[in-house]
């Protein structure tokens, strides 16, 4: 065993060498300044939009709301709070709606995507777009891509039969009733407050529906 009767340990000693270790751990190894870029992973992907065929190479980071928005020059779809909780990027991905701004476009290889240009043209308008503006279904506009968007998926979720937290019953295929409506459509925010007006627009579509 060492004899360690000659080392001297006193209060500021112990101090200054606690400091100097906590700031040796805090301290980064380089400023973020100075750290190497790495070079982004890129990937071939393959999409079908509003019925036209596109191969891109993206970032595999590039969400499918930024790919429509900055690659393919279709912005009706709108980044509101690029959380999904707003809506306002939904868009009809293979039949179904999906917050653009919470998924990777390469997780869509091979996927028919259907944005607001998709489902009607000023000359040709959808049935929810004409039932929108019928109804007055917007103020500001801002939101309203996302809405109709929904809207039109939300009818062909009840004609398919998919129930939702307001369905009494399971098995039993859903009526397109005002409950039901809105439920269905709560993930569409509107700050504007036209949501009974929004109710009426997909009300008078699915009733010509029925």
Request: hydrophobic fraction near 40%.
């Amino acid at each position: 065993m060492s004899d360690r009767s000659d080392i001297t340990l006193t209060r500021r000693g112990v101090l200054i060498g606690g400091a100097a270790s906590v700031a040796a751990l805090a301290a980064p190894s380089l400023p973020a300044a100075q750290q190497p870029m790495r070079a982004p992973v890129l990937s071939r992907v393959k999409l079908e939009v509003n019925g036209k065929p596109y191969e891109l190479e993206l970032d595999t980071r590039t969400t499918l709301l930024d790919t429509l928005r900055e690659h393919l020059a279709l912005t009706g779809s709108k980044k509101g709070c690029d959380h999904g909780q707003c809506g306002a990027c939904t868009v009809i991905a293979d039949g179904r709606r999906i917050n653009a701004c919470l998924s990777l476009a390469v997780m869509h290889e091979g996927s028919k995507i259907t944005t607001i240009e998709g489902l009607g043209t000023p000359d040709k308008l959808h049935a929810m777009q004409a039932a929108f503006i019928k109804h007055d279904g917007y103020q500001c506009g801002y939101c309203t891509p996302g809405q109709i968007c929904s809207a039109v998926a939300v009818l062909d979720e009840i004609e398919r039969g998919v129930p939702s937290h307001v369905s009494a019953d399971l098995l039993a295929k859903p009526k397109p009733s005002a409950d039901e409506l809105r439920e269905r459509m709560s993930g569409n925010l509107c700050r504007c407050g036209a949501y009974s007006n929004i109710a009426e627009a997909m009300a008078e579509v699915a009733g010509a529906r029925a």
